[in-house]
Structure formats: C-alpha cells, structure tokens
C-alpha cells in the first residue's frame, strides 16, 4: 500500500514538474522573441513592394498588454492590441521604402473616440509620404468608417451594412424597479450634473443631465462630421442630411452618396491593391502584420541618456496596488518615486484613460505627482476618459492636452449605499443591532441610512468637493467662484474643456510628448514606459482566468446589468465620472 501511494504521489508530481517546465519553456521563448524583436527593431525585415496589413478589428488600449504564455495553451486570447504597436508600426511603414502602402481595415474597431481619432491623424500623416492607403471592410461602424474616411478608397462588401445616423446615448434609469424588488441605492452626492446616482433616484432624466449629455454627443460630431467632410469632399450639411433621414444604410446606398468608393469582395480587394503596387493579380502581395515591424512608436537609441517616462494610467482609480487595468496608488506612486529619483529621465507624460474611482486615492496620487513641481516637467496627456478621479489626478500637471472627443471634467462627489431592507422584509429576514450610542452602527445593507450617518458622509463628501475644486483651481489657476461654474459634476468634451480652461491645448500623445521635450528643454529622447509591472505566476494565472471568464459569460444584456452593480462593488467615496457614457 505505501508502494502504491509513494508511486501516486511521484507520478503527480511528475506531471505537475512537466506543466511547470512546459510554462518557463513558453515563458523562455516568448522573453527570447522579445528581445530579438527589440534588437532587431531597428532593421529592415519586409520585402520590397509590400503593404502594412493593419486590422484594427479588435479591442485597443492605450498600452500593450504583458505576453502571458498561459493565453497561448488555451483558447482565451484577450484579442487587445496596444496605441503604441498601433502608432508606432504607421510611423515605421512610413519610412520604410520597401512598404509602398497600407490594407485597413477598421470597420469594427474597439476602441474609443479619442483613441480612434489619434490613429487616424497618424493615417493622415502617413498620406504625406506619397504612399496609399487602402480600406475594406464587409460591415462598417460610423466609429470604424471615421478612421477609414482618410483613406485613398474604402471598398465594402456589396452586401455589407453600414448605417450613418448620428451620436446616441443610453441611460437606464432603475427607480421603479428598486421600489418592486425592494433593493435600492442611497445616494448622497455634490453636483448638479453629478448623475452617476441618478438613475437610482428616478425614473426620468434631469434637463441637468440631458443637457450635458447632448453637448458632449455635439461636440464629438462636429468633429467627426467636420473631418469626415474634409476627407471625403462632401459637405458638412449633406453628412448631417444623410443622418437625418437614414439615407445610408448598406454599402450600395454608401457608395450611392460618396461615402464609399467602391464595392468589392476581399479577393477582389486585394486585386485593387496590387494593381496600386503594379504587380500581377496572380502574384503573391507581400504584407507585413503592424505587429510584427513594431516595438516601440519611437526606437531606442543606446547612444541617446536622455529619457522622457511615459506614464499608463488606465482603468478605474481603486485603494489598491494598480495592474494595467485598474490604477492603483501603489504602483503609480512608484513610477513617480522613480522617474524623479532617475537622472537620466528628465520629463514625464502621464498618460490617462479613466472614468475616476476612489476619492481618496486620487488625493494620494494627485500629491504624488506634486513632488514634480520645479524639479521635472510633467505633462497630462487624456485618452478616451479622463474625468472626475481622472481628472483629478491630472490638475496639477504643468500642461494637459486633451482630444476634441475626450471625455473629461465630471468634478464633483458621490457616495452610494445599497439597501435590501424592502427585500429582506419581503423574505422574512428581520436584521437586530444593539449598540453602545445611537450612531454606533453606521452603515448596514439591512437598513436605510441613519440621519447620523448622512450627516456624516454629507460632511465627508462637501469637503471632498472643495478640496478637489481647489486642487483644480491651484494647477489650473483659476478662482474658486470659475471653478465651481464649471464644476458641479458637468462632463465637457475635449474641445469645450479647452475653451473654459480646464485643457490648455488640443493634441494626442505624441503631442504631449513633444511638449514635455519642449519643456526639458530636449532636441533628442528615448521614452520609456511606467509602471513596470511585474508578471508573476499568480498574476499570469489570473490574468488567464479573466479571459477565461469574460468568453464564457459574453451575454448581450451584460451592459444593463454591470451599470447596476457597478455602484454596488465600489467602497468610500467616489469621485466619478456620470455612469458609464458610450457614444454610439
């Protein structure tokens, strides 16, 4: 027996020694490729007469995820490609003499507006070089077509959908819902506009709300109907007439009104481009994968000391340590702590792409950044979002660049609490306190909130407010009385954020960063990334669970219901930004 069990226990063993040595195999390669790829960078490895494939159908970041070998043994590939594989395999298939064009294609691309619009700007820039750039797409977004209107010829399939209509945006609103369930939000909060909670507090939108909403939607048309316009020599108010009356709705309708410029399968497609490249259609098209010529948006150069740090501040602002989707205080203090201690690095950009979060966090990363005053140049660069806790953590920078379809201000304060005492009285749950003084208990799901304790987080919540109305004010220079006219929770885009003072200048990242060379003082640069995350087995394991996870519950109704408990999972106060705001 004790044979049979030594026996058992070596061969599991066996196989758990195996796994492990099969993930550092997988782990050893994957490091080894990377470091061929950095080295070789700098080479040339396409083929003459060849064309950058650049398939943006997928979902973007601003940073390139960490390579986790365990996504390899499994079917959970996260899909998610970084701006900077993005950015930086245009810039390189620019200079390249043996890439003479691009195959786009962007028709269901999952990123943001802003990051959307910084792609296309780089596309434009490519344009300058004489080179074409080529689109298809079998169905179109208006997100997708945005991008592809700066090409030369956008093709589509002939049976392909494309519906140009306009900006819109959904709230859900749960009052009615709350009273027959018997499971409601308290809310307490700071700010007219600050609507986070408003769907818990009624069944219709506030005129406050709407109005936010509907300049925000303008905003980000005017830009995309404005540039539109511009690149495909149609007018602005025939763009406008076209959404007005659903006058595009598929591809031949699309190509009817100059949207598009021509109908084709991909093969035919492909055909197009090779006649653009002069070769025979029976000839192979040599295409180069953005992936595969890119490390970095800009080469590192050895010879070069000088270092500008570029600084990925990307998810929702929670108390804890910070990974490459949630921010955290730990991790960016860190990377502060860092780039000041570092002679080499003498500037930093900070890039942001958040909703906000953690109210207390933010405080903590805002005076974090605040040790770079008068000792290096720091520079705000907004993604996507970067509003409420977002924006907070960018008040203090020495300049802040925002897209004209960024999301950005929402200064204001909410705190939310769940109670499921209709429900529990429903169900025959009776929940019984005893205590020493009458405000002893403070919060309880079983109960609705105490006069004690309103008054308490109402008087944590208005001192959170001024102090983040004077945060603004102290980087931004402004008086408290114009800061609390822009203040009160509104969300501004980009363009409007620059016109009352809370951006100085419209720009991508690029931009920011050559701002901050301009403000070091700097003619020659490497940029660096920070946080620097270390990827642990355990973080490998998660990391690979998550995906895991997010393909097995992919549910169409998932964005009813995550709004909902979003409130729920938060902790302590928040400043952020109204729900979750998507323009589609």
């Known amino acids: 027996m004790n044979f049979f069990k030594s026996f058992l226990a070596s061969l599991l063993g066996s196989f758990i020694a195996l796994g492990l040595v099969a993930i550092f195999f997988f782990m050893g390669i994957a490091a080894l490729a990377t470091s061929l790829n950095f080295e070789q960078s700098g080479t040339t490895w396409t083929k003459e007469n060849s064309v950058l494939d650049l398939d943006l159908n997928t979902e973007v970041r601003d940073r390139s995820q960490g390579y986790n070998p365990l996504e390899d043994l499994s079917d959970f590939d996260s899909g998610i490609i970084g701006m900077d594989k993005i950015i930086g395999s245009i810039k390189k298939a620019k200079k390249d003499e043996n890439i003479k064009g691009i195959k786009l294609k962007s028709g269901s691309i999952g990123s943001g507006w802003a990051q959307a619009r910084e792609i296309r700007n780089t596309l434009e820039d490519f344009k300058t070089s004489g080179k074409f750039i080529y689109s298809y797409s079998d169905n179109m977004s208006q997100k997708g077509y945005y991008v592809s209107s700066v090409a030369d010829s956008i093709f589509m399939n002939p ?101 598009i410029d021509g109908l084709a399968y991909e093969d035919d497609f492909e055909n197009k481009i090779k006649e653009a490249l002069k070769i025979d259609s029976n000839e192979g098209l040599n295409e180069v994968y953005f992936g595969d010529i890119n490390v970095k948006v800009q080469e590192y150069d050895k010879e070069i000391d000088d270092r500008i740090a570029v600084i990925y501040a990307q998810g929702p602002i929670f108390n804890t340590e910070g990974s490459a989707e949630i921010i955290g205080k730990d991790a960016l203090n860190k990377a502060f702590d860092e780039i000041l201690e570092s002679k080499k690095i003498k500037a930093a950009v900070l890039r942001v792409d958040s909703p906000g979060g953690d109210a207390l966090t933010s405080e903590i990363i805002l005076n974090a950044s605040r040790a770079f005053k008068g000792k290096k140049p720091l520079v705000v660069s907004m993604g996507n979002v970067a509003a409420s806790g977002g924006y907070y953590i960018s008040s203090l920078a020495d300049r802040i660049f925002a897209d004209p379809m960024t999301i950005t201000g929402s200064i204001g304060v909410l705190a939310a609490f769940p109670n499921i005492r209709g429900m529990t009285d429903k169900i025959g749950i009776n929940a019984e306190h005893v205590t020493t003084h009458k405000n002893a208990m403070g919060y309880s799901v079983f109960e609705s909130i105490s006069k004690g304790f309103k008054k308490s987080t109402t008087y944590s919540i208005e001192k959170i407010y001024y102090t983040f109305k004077s945060r603004v004010a102290e980087g931004r220079s402004l008086s408290m009385e114009t800061v609390e006219e822009i203040a009160q929770g509104r969300v501004w885009s980009g363009k409007d954020a620059v016109k009352n003072g809370l951006v100085d200048t419209l720009g991508g990242l690029q931009e920011a960063i050559k701002s901050a060379a301009k403000l070091a003082e700097l003619d020659k640069y490497n940029l660096v990334d920070y946080p620097k995350y270390e990827e642990d087995f355990e973080s490998m394991i998660l990391g690979a669970f998550a995906q895991a996870q997010s393909k097995l519950f992919e549910n169409p109704l998932e964005k009813y219901t995550s709004e909902f408990i979003e409130l729920s999972l938060m902790e302590g106060i928040q400043t952020r930004i109204p729900y979750s705001i998507k323009m589609e």
Not at 172 to 198: C, P, T
Request: glycine share 6%.
């Open 159 to 259: 049976i392909g959908m494309m519906q140009l209509k306009g900006l819109s945006s959904e709230v859900l609103y749960y009052e009615d819902f709350q009273n027959q369930y018997g499971v409601k939000m308290e809310v307490i909060r700071h700010g007219k506009y600050k609507s986070a909670v408003e769907p818990y507090l009624q069944d219709h939108m506030s005129n406050e709300n709407r109005l936010q909403i509907q300049s925000l939607l303008d905003a980000v048309w005017e830009t995309f109907r404005d540039e539109v316009s511009q690149s495909r020599g149609i007018k602005s108010a025939s763009i406008d007439e076209l959404a007005n009356d659903l006058g595009v709705n598929d591809a031949e309708e699309a190509l009817a009104h100059g949207i």
